[in-house]
């Protein structure tokens, strides 16, 4: 148990650390971030693994971050490059590259939303990180004790409909809480309450998606960097589909 305490302990410090001091700090956890990522998603192709393909992914990933007003022609060059670079190695299938680049724009657009939160109000991202990381670990637990029925067996045949909907509930009841708490969205609780129903199902989309991801390639796990914990984008998943969802629906609702 303590392999698992320590490790998540550490995480929580140095992540509310580089929220709370922003800067420097701050970009620099995104950078091993987004290095951590690319890497944990090209290793698990091991008999396709490309070290140009990683640095490619996170070239266009800090492009995506630091040239905001040209995402969309970054984009397009980006796509261009990765058939380009699939039709000169024969090793990379057009399967790859398609996933390499929703890979690249998922973790792009979530780096984006942090700094885009850490700008405005730091405080929503420890909202949004309760939302769904509480969600995780309450369908973890709830399934762990009460679960019976599978959720959906080719993805995730541990995942259990008692936990989903005892993750949701804990999800939904706490990060409401913490919002109602400290007023996070003014003096309109329906806000508030949509996010909070909201971001709950979301993060479970976000854990099914990677683990489809890692049951197409055969892995159990994205990487091993966090003892106890997996990889990166194991810890990250729920997380970083909440933080995209949140900031396009504030700039597209309100």
Do not use: W
Not at 2 to 25: E, H, M, Q, Y
Not at 78 to 99: C, Q, R
């Amino acid at each position: 148990m303590n392999n698992r305490i320590l490790p998540a302990i550490g995480i929580v410090l140095v992540s509310a650390a580089a929220i709370f001091f922003g800067g420097t700090f701050l970009n620099i956890v995104i950078l091993f971030i987004i290095a951590a990522s690319c890497y944990e998603f090209c290793a698990i192709r091991t008999n396709r693994f490309n070290i140009i393909l990683i640095l490619v992914m996170i070239a266009f990933i800090l492009s995506m971050l630091y040239a905001r007003n040209r995402q969309i022609g970054i984009m397009i060059a980006y796509i261009i490059f990765l058939f380009m670079f699939a039709i000169f190695t024969p090793e990379i299938t057009t399967d790859d590259i398609a996933s390499c680049f929703l890979m690249s724009v998922i973790i792009a657009f979530a780096m984006q939303s942090v700094l885009t939160l850490s700008e405005s109000n730091k405080a929503i991202i420890g909202y949004i990180v309760i939302a769904a990381f509480l969600t995780d670990a309450g369908a973890f637990l709830v399934g762990m004790k009460f679960g019976k029925h599978q959720l959906i067996v080719r993805i995730s045949p541990k995942k259990t409909i008692e936990g989903a909907i005892g993750g949701y509930i804990i999800g939904f009841i706490t990060s409401f809480l913490f919002a109602y708490a400290f007023k996070f969205f003014g003096s309109d609780p329906m806000i508030y309450l949509f996010f909070s129903a909201s971001l709950p199902i979301v993060s479970q989309v976000g854990d099914l998606a990677f683990s489809m991801i890692k049951r197409t390639y055969g892995v159990k796990d994205f990487g091993s960097i966090l003892l106890g914990h997996g990889g990166i984008l194991d810890r990250c998943d729920s997380l970083f589909f909440c933080l995209i969802f949140y900031v396009s629906m504030i700039g597209f609702l309100f």
